[in-house]
C-alpha cells in the first residue's frame, strides 16, 4: 500500500521527496511508517511539510509537521511534539480512503500557515487555552467550585496537601468537602483567595513568570480589579492565590497562579506594609506605586484549575441548569422507583432533596434499587443521601429522615411546607391518600407528583396535583385504584402483587427504569412550570412486551388511540376534576 500511495503523492505534488530514514527517525516515538517532504510556498516564504504516516495509518490520521517555524507555544494549533493540530478533537475519519486523508492533511495544514500570516490567528491561543496552559513545577490542581460568569471577587480557599479547592464562600466550601470526604472529622481551616475576572484569557506570550508580568496583563484585561489585588497581596501573611475566569466565545476558561513572598521585601508580613508605603503618608501610595513594590519581582506558580461547580457538571453551562439547582425536591419513598427518581433528579442538577423513607435495604430490594448489597440491613433514606452527597458533592442540600412521612409531618410539618415539589412514590393509598387529604386542607401545600408503576413495569403514571384542580383521589377508586390503567391481566396472581410484580421476571428492572424515567422528567418540567397540575404524563412499553408479560391495553386506554400503539412510548392526559370526590368537597 506504501508503495502505491508514495508514487500518488510524489505525482500529485510537484518537488515532494521521500522522508529519509534518518528524517523519520525524529518521529520515533510515533512509531512512523512512512513520510513525505511536501515544500509549500506562501507569498515568499517556502514551507517543508513533513507528512508522516503512523504504524497505525489509515486507522491513525497523518501528521504534518513543519517544525522550522511552527513550534509548540509558538503558534496555536500546533501540538507539543511539533505536529499540527489539524482537526477538532473527536473528528472521524474515513480509513477506508488513505489518499483522501493524506490530500487534507496537507490541505489543511496549509489553511493553517496561510492564516498565520493574519495577526489575529494568535488569539486562536485563547480558544484553545487548556491545549496550551498547564502547571508548573509545584503547581497544583485546584478543583473550583465557583459559578461562571460573576464579578471579581475575593473567595474561599482549602490548601489540601495534594489539591486546592476554592468555593464563593467558607460555608460552601465546607459543605463541598464534608459531603466529598465523609470519613474527615476534622475542622477545616479555610484562607481567601483572589478571583479575577478577565477580557479574555492570556496567550502564551502573557504566561506570567513573576509578580510585575500579572499586572502587565491586569492593566489591560482586567484594570478594576487592580485595586482588589493590590488589597490581596497586602492582607497575605505569605503566598497567596489568584484565580482567573478568561472570558471566550465558547465559554469561560479558568486557571490559576501562586504569587509567592515577595524577596526584596523581607518575609515576615507585618514589615511588608512599611516597605509598600515608604515615602508616603499611611494610605497615600498611589496604586501603581503600590501594585509595582507588592509584585516587584515575586516568583509566580502556575496551578491548573478545573471546574466542578453545578453548572459545569450538569450540562457544561446549558442555561437551565441555574434555575434547577435553585430546587427543593422532597422524595415520600426511597425505593426501588424513588432511588432512581432521586438519582435522575440530582443528576440533572436538583440542587436540594430530601429523602422520606422508614425501610432498611434488604436483599431482595437490591436487584432494582440503585444502592447495592454494602447497604443491606441499613436505612434506605440515610444510604442514598450518602450515595447522592458522594457522588454530588456540590448539591446545595441532602437531607434524610428514616421514618414515614405521616410521623414526620405531625413533628415537623415545615420540611413539607419549605420544598417546591413533593415526590410520592409509595404506591400504597394508606400513604398516599392521606398525602392527598393534608395536601387539600393547607392552601400553601407544595404541589405533589405521584409516581408509580403497572404490574411489571410495562407502564408508569406520573400525575402533578397542584392546591387548584382535581385532587389525587378525583382519578382513584376509593381503595387508591386508579380509575384509568394502561393495561389489564387475566390471571389473578399478578393482581394480587401489582408493586413486586416485576421482581419475579428479568426485564423487570429494565422496565422500571423507563417509569424512573417518566417520573423524573415530569418533575423536572414542573420545576421548570413546563407541565401545570391536573397533568398525568403515562408511559408505556410496546404491545409485544406487555403481552409476553400475559397482559394487554385496556379498552379504556385504546379509545385513546385510532390505532393501536404498537409501540412504546409517553403521552399527556389530563387528570379529571370528579364530581362527586370525597376529598375535593370536604365530606
Ligand atoms: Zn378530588
Known amino acids: 500500500m506504501i508503495a502505491e500511495l508514495s508514487r500518488w503523492v510524489l505525482a500529485k505534488c510537484p518537488n515532494t521527496r521521500d522522508l529519509t530514514r534518518d528524517e523519520l527517525s525524529r518521529y520515533e516515538a510515533k512509531d512512523p511508517l512512512h513520510g513525505w517532504v511536501v515544500p509549500f510556498e506562501c507569498k515568499t516564504d517556502r514551507f517543508d511539510l513533513q507528512v508522516v504516516l503512523l504504524q497505525d495509518f ?130 477545616y481551616s479555610f484562607s481567601t483567595a483572589t478571583h479575577i475576572v478577565l477580557k479574555r484569557p492570556i496567550l502564551p506570550s502573557e504566561y506570567p513568570k513573576s509578580g510585575a508580568a500579572i499586572l502587565r496583563f491586569l492593566r489591560e484585561l ?52 512599611d516597605m509598600v508605603q515608604k515615602g508616603f503618608r499611611p494610605g497615600k501610595v498611589p496604586i501603581p506605586i503600590r501594585m509595582q513594590r507588592l509584585f516587584g519581582g515575586n516568583k509566580v506558580e502556575r496551578h491548573e484549575s478545573v471546574r466542578a461547580d453545578p453548572s459545569w457538571i450538569h450540562g457544561r453551562d446549558t442555561p437551565t441548569v441555574a434555575s434547577l439547582f435553585d430546587k427543593h425536591v422532597l422524595m415520600i419513598g426511597a425505593g426501588s422507583l424513588g432511588s432512581e427518581v432521586a438519582l435522575l433528579l440530582a443528576k440533572t442538577g436538583v440542587g436540594s432533596i430530601t429523602l422520606v423513607d422508614q425501610e432498611r435495604l434488604d436483599y431482595p430490594n437490591v436487584g432494582r434499587h440503585v444502592l447495592g448489597v454494602a447497604d443491606v440491613g441499613k436505612s434506605k433514606a440515610k444510604s442514598l443521601a450518602e450515595k447522592l452527597a458522594g457522588s454530588f458533592p456540590h448539591m446545595r442540600s441532602i437531607k434524610y429522615f428514616a421514618e414515614d412521612w405521616q410521623s414526620l409531618f405531625g413533628k415537623r410539618p415545615e420540611v413539607f411546607h419549605n420544598t417546591d415539589l413533593i415526590v410520592s412514590t409509595v404506591g400504597s393509598w394508606v400513604a398516599e391518600g392521606r398525602l392527598n387529604q393534608e395536601a387539600k ?36 377508586d376509593h381503595l387508591g385504584k386508579a380509575l384509568q390503567t394502561v393495561c389489564e391481566w387475566d390471571t389473578e396472581t399478578t393482581r394480587k402483587q401489582p408493586h413486586c410484580g416485576a421482581s419475579f421476571q428479568p426485564y423487570g428492572p429494565v422496565s422500571l427504569s423507563g417509569v ?46 385510532s390505532d393501536v400503539p404498537e409501540f412504546g412510548g409517553t403521552r399527556k392526559f389530563e387528570w379529571r376534576q370528579k364530581e362527586d370526590c370525597a376529598f375535593c368537597t370536604g365530606a
Open 58 to 187: 489509515p486507522w491513525a490520521k497523518p501528521r504534518v509537521y513543519c517544525t522550522e517555524k511552527f513550534q509548540f507555544m509558538q503558534f496555536p494549533h500546533v501540538e507539543k511534539d511539533g505536529a499540527f493540530c489539524l482537526y477538532p478533537p473527536g473528528t472521524e475519519h474515513n480509513p477506508l480512503n488513505p489518499k483522501g486523508l493524506i490530500w487534507d492533511a496537507i490541505k489543511e495544514a496549509t489553511r493553517l500557515i496561510v492564516a498565520s500570516y493574519d495577526d489575529a490567528f494568535i488569539n486562536d491561543f485563547a480558544d484553545e487555552f487548556d491545549s496550551y496552559w498547564s502547571k508548573t513545577e509545584g503547581g497544583k490542581n485546584i478543583v473550583s467550585l465557583l459559578p461562571p460568569g460573576g464579578a471579581s471577587r475575593r473567595v474561599s480557599l482549602w490548601r489540601s496537601t495534594v489539591d486546592y479547592y476554592l468555593a464563593d464562600d467558607d460555608a460552601a466550601l465546607e459543605n463541598w468537602l464534608r459531603n466529598r470526604f465523609p470519613g474527615n472529622k476534622k475542622d
Open 222 to 273: 482586567a484594570p478594576d480589579s487592580m485595586e482588589l489585588l493590590a488589597d490581596a497581596a497586602e492582607t497575605a501573611d505569605d503566598r497567596f492565590t489568584v484565580s482567573f475566569e478568561g472570558r471566550t466565545d465558547d465559554g469561560p476558561v479558568f486557571f490559576a497562579i501562586e504569587v509567592m513572598p515577595p524577596i526584596k521585601q523581607g518575609m515576615k508580613a507585618g514589615r511588608r506594609p
Open 441 to 476: 386542607k393547607a392552601a400553601d401545600f407544595p404541589p405533589v407528583i405521584y409516581g408509580w408503576a403497572e404490574p411489571f413495569s410495562v407502564a408508569g403514571h406520573a400525575v402533578l396535583i397542584g392546591s387548584n384542580g382535581p385532587c389525587f383521589a378525583c382519578g382513584m
Open 516 to 561: 424512573a424515567a417518566l417520573v423524573a422528567k415530569t418533575t423536572t418540567k414542573a420545576l421548570l412550570g413546563e407541565v401545570h397540575p391536573g397533568t398525568e404524563t403515562v408511559y408505556w412499553a410496546s404491545k409485544e412486551e406487555i403481552a409476553e408479560q400475559g397482559g394487554c391495553f385496556t379498552s379504556d386506554f385504546l379509545n385513546c388511540f
